[in-house]
């Protein structure tokens, strides 16, 4: 049923009810075991053993524990508990993210009222808010938090703060009249208060239309519910990279253990030796290495006012193709400022945003001192007594108490350098007529120091100036007229057209003696002042941020309850709205499917009073055409929506706790400008994973041939699965974890944003990663060959020698993984800790050789200076080849 376009009888009858008597006892027993409780109902729940278990089914985590049966049957009893340990590690972590997720809901169950106030047999009641029934009678009052969806019936001057539903950053005024043909956006159903809102103004009384699931919060946590969380491209590519290592080694062991078979090896000995080729296939440490990185990641980010809450996200941000962002308190400040005023004629501007009491008036360009006009004055001193907001002083700043409207007339005139306490001594205040929806203003009856009394009044501007037979003009009273009408008018269009929230102010004279009992008569033949412009501005920083996502090839979008007037005032300022882009709103959006919107989605720049299920499906018709999304929001309505993104951004400050919990990432500023750098962080640590991801497989693929290379040669093996392991989880490990420290190339947000789909050998790493273990492989084996010809019987020197080659040349590649060009592209010394970690590394291979406790473990001898000249040539041969070509090819 459409309530709100119902009549107060039609309501009471169609839910059986009255809003004399309300419900009795007996029918609310009724209506409960009919439709239950009041309450946001849970889904079906997987249990926590399950949910653990679950944390074991990702393919790298199959790679580790394939890694820890390696070792042990090696007899590597250590690296296998090591192994194990970061297995149930990690599978803890997954666990307690999860965990935290199903909080959402509960969070969301926190903004239903605990108490309410319904009238049972005539007479008014406090109880439970789960108790209520459709066809209670509910009141409530400023302060209250609204305990199921009501159609109003009864108001004074209420007004509903709804932004946690809608967006709007404006509490919106409420009326009990019927309304015809109206909208079903959230936004526009003026007569409707909605669970979870909250009044901050003024007082009503309304019957209960929906209760529990069936409200507009009860349809969001049932989105909430039902929305998929999307695996990350990180995630997506290590299950990848995974698939391919494990497969790697399987068939590595087989081929090995038939090859030397065949060749007439015993089959215990070729399984020992295929397994010590599966362990230089699988990087053990990589998983940590992730972790890791992703972990400094992190700490990083909150260095930048970026919470992460799931460490996959960090690097998804890094390839995100839009960011869909709320625009009240993250584009925008969310503090109404005045920035216009008129009056006689006359547009002046004022600076300042936020409600810093500071800032400069300007007339025609020009800085100007407000109190040298005295209708400026006038207009600034009124729109200070009509008022009831407070400026408090806080740690952090400024402090609004009160209605977001009358703070923006309040700071206008404390710029000009008024304050309460001066006006306070100059005006008395008699009587005051409060503000109604009704008739959409407010005004008082003042008497100032010599004893003259006023009424002054503000209000809706088209309402004001209906009331008015004057206007100050030229610093003196003039008659109303058709072309004075006119011109008033126009400035109330032309501060409209700018998506100005317009207030007018007027007064007039009155006797002292005279007795005004009621706003009819106080607020009429009055003679306006002026009018006072304010919006939400962007905040500063925003527009630069805008421009270099967009320099990125990150493309920004606007989503909002406000009204579209709005939205597009605000997109153009900050460069989100530019010439040809398309402006849909939530009646569009309601009339298209998500096929249709995939065929436009990329051309739309704003979309406006819009409700969670648009947004929903904004993300999915983004997604659909391949885009990585980034999904701000501070709201209820916008949980659903964070959850399903790629990477949801909940608001830290202004946020609900029911987004902070839906999310991933949890801005402390609220601030747009930290997503941008968020995403440059993002962008660098998948970069860093690229690197150590190169550096790791060339090493082991150099391991692989080394040993693959001597088995078809019938050679003896150059290395040992000890020395293997060694450097894999030592010498490997180090520098690896070095790389994902490196500093940001220069260029990191001039690069288009990589394709969800890439892989991880994207952009000519596989290609990179087998060259250059071709040739770390092939050096290795040629010391190897060198040395063992020349002392035939002295086999483990040989392998001493092919084990320092291996370890030298891995750590001089390891600078050539800094860039996607050369060694020379970057200089060596800008990550000091991968230059500690190579020396570290160095200073680890020559204690295993040279400190003889450790010799029998590693089969190890000392190597002779001599050999130590053949063994640096020989690793420095990939690098420097490599290199070499590089800069022929950059000289041509």
Not at 485 to 503: E, F, N, P, S, Y
Not at 581 to 594: H, K, Q
Not at 654 to 672: C, R
Request: net charge neutral.
């Amino acid at each position: 049923m459409k309530f709100q376009e119902m009549d107060k009888e039609e309501v009471e009858a169609a839910l059986q009810t009255s809003i004399e008597r309300g419900l009795s006892e007996e029918e609310v027993l009724v209506r409960q075991k009919k439709s239950g409780y009041n309450e946001l109902q849970e889904g079906e729940k997987q249990s926590a053993i399950l949910l653990f278990f679950a944390q074991f089914k990702d393919f790298m985590v199959l790679v580790l524990l394939a890694a820890t049966l390696i070792s042990g049957l090696l007899g590597e009893y250590i690296d296998a508990i090591a192994i194990i340990a970061i297995v149930i590690v990690n599978g803890i972590l997954g666990f307690y993210q999860e965990r935290r997720a199903e909080r959402s809901l509960q969070a969301l169950k926190s903004l239903s009222a605990p108490q309410v106030h319904v009238k049972r047999d005539g007479e008014w009641i406090k109880i439970p808010s789960r108790e209520v029934v459709v066809g209670d009678i509910m009141k409530f009052s400023s302060g209250d938090r609204i305990g199921a969806d009501v159609r109003i019936l009864q108001t004074t001057s209420l007004e509903i703060e709804e932004s946690a539903l809608t967006g709007e950053s404006v509490p919106v005024a409420k009326k009990s009249e019927a309304l015809k043909q109206a909208s079903d956006q959230i936004g526009d159903q003026e007569n409707l208060a909605f669970m979870g809102t909250m009044v901050s103004r003024g007082s009503g009384v309304g019957s209960v239309i929906s209760i529990g699931m069936d409200t507009a919060m009860g349809k969001i946590a049932d989105l909430l519910q039902s929305a998929e969380t999307m695996e990350t491209p990180l995630q997506r590519r290590l299950e990848q990279l995974g698939k391919i290592l494990i497969t790697t080694a399987l068939l590595l062991t087989l081929l090995v253990v038939v090859i030397g078979v065949i060749q007439g090896h015993d089959i215990y000995t070729m399984f020992l030796a295929g397994v010590s080729l599966a362990v230089a296939a699988i990087p053990e440490g990589l998983p940590a290495i992730v972790t890791v990185a992703l972990s400094l990641g992190v700490q990083r980010m909150i260095k930048q006012k970026a919470i992460v809450r799931k460490l996959p996200a960090v690097e998804t941000l890094g390839c995100a193709s839009v960011i869909c962002s709320d625009k009240t308190g993250t584009l925008t400040q969310n503090k109404m400022t005045v920035t216009h005023l008129w009056s006689g004629g006359k547009t002046w501007t004022v600076t300042g945003t936020g409600y810093e009491p500071s800032g400069e008036f300007h007339y025609e360009g020009k800085p100007r001192q407000a109190l040298e006009d005295k209708t400026i004055q006038q207009l600034l001193t009124f729109g200070m007594i009509c008022n009831h907001a407070e400026l408090k002083q806080g740690e952090n700043g400024y402090i609004m108490d009160g209605d977001p409207t009358e703070g923006a007339l309040l700071v206008a005139a404390m710029k000009a350098g008024f304050t309460r306490e001066n006006l306070a001594s100059q005006f008395t205040i008699v009587k005051e007529f409060p503000f109604d929806s009704a008739r959409k203003m407010m005004s008082m009856i003042v008497k100032d120091e010599r004893g003259r009394s006023f009424v002054v009044a503000k209000g809706a501007p088209d309402v004001l100036l209906g009331r008015c037979d004057s206007i100050l003009w030229g610093e003196k009273r003039q008659f109303m007229t058709d072309n004075l009408q006119k011109q008033v008018q126009d400035a109330i269009d032309g501060l409209a057209a700018q998506a100005l929230r317009t207030i007018a102010i007027g007064f007039k004279a009155v006797s002292p003696n005279s007795v005004i009992l009621d706003d009819s008569e106080a607020e009429k033949e009055l003679t306006i002042i002026g009018l006072q412009g304010m919006i939400d501005p962007p905040r500063p920083e925003v527009k630069d941020a805008v421009k270099e996502c967009r320099d990125a090839g990150i493309k920004t979008v606007m989503i909002t309850g406000d009204h579209v007037t709005t939205a597009k005032a605000i997109a153009s300022q900050l460069g989100i709205l530019r010439k040809g882009d398309l402006v849909l709103d939530g009646a569009a959006l309601s009339a298209m499917e998500v096929e249709e919107l995939e065929n436009v989605v990329d051309k739309v720049s704003v979309y406006a009073r819009v409700s969670p299920e648009h947004k929903l499906k904004i993300v999915k018709a983004l997604q659909k055409k391949g885009h990585v999304v980034a999904m701000t929001g501070d709201g209820v309505n916008d949980a659903p929506a964070i959850k399903s993104a790629d990477i949801g951004i909940a608001m830290g400050i202004t946020g609900t706790d029911v987004a902070k919990e839906a999310s991933a990432l949890v801005l402390l500023d609220d601030n747009f400008a930290t997503i941008k750098a968020a995403i440059k962080e993002g962008r660098n640590i998948y970069e860093n994973i690229r690197k150590f991801i190169r550096y790791l497989l060339a090493s082991n693929v150099g391991e692989i041939l080394v040993m693959f290379f001597a088995m078809l040669l019938g050679l003896p093996l150059p290395l040992i699965p000890v020395q293997i392991l060694w450097v894999n989880l030592v010498t490997d490990g180090l520098p690896a974890m070095a790389l994902g420290l490196d500093q940001p190339e220069e260029n990191v947000m001039q690069r288009k944003p990589r394709l969800p789909n890439e892989g991880v050998f994207a952009r000519g790493l596989g290609w990179k990663i087998i060259s250059r273990g071709f040739l770390i492989g092939s050096v290795t084996l040629a010391a190897f060959m060198i040395v063992y010809k020349s002392n035939p019987g002295n086999l483990v020197y040989a392998q001493t020698v092919a084990f320092a080659t291996l370890v030298l040349a891995q750590l001089i590649h390891v600078f050539d993984c800094r860039s996607e060009k050369s060694i020379f592209a970057r200089n060596p010394f800008g990550n000091l800790y991968l230059v500690g970690s190579v020396i570290s590394s160095l200073l680890l291979m020559l204690v295993v050789i040279y400190y003889k406790p450790l010799q029998p473990i590693f089969h190890t001898v000392p190597i002779r200076l001599n050999e130590w000249l053949l063994i640096i040539g020989m690793a420095s041969i990939p690098t420097f080849l490599l290199a070499g070509s590089f800069l022929a090819r950059k000289s041509k």
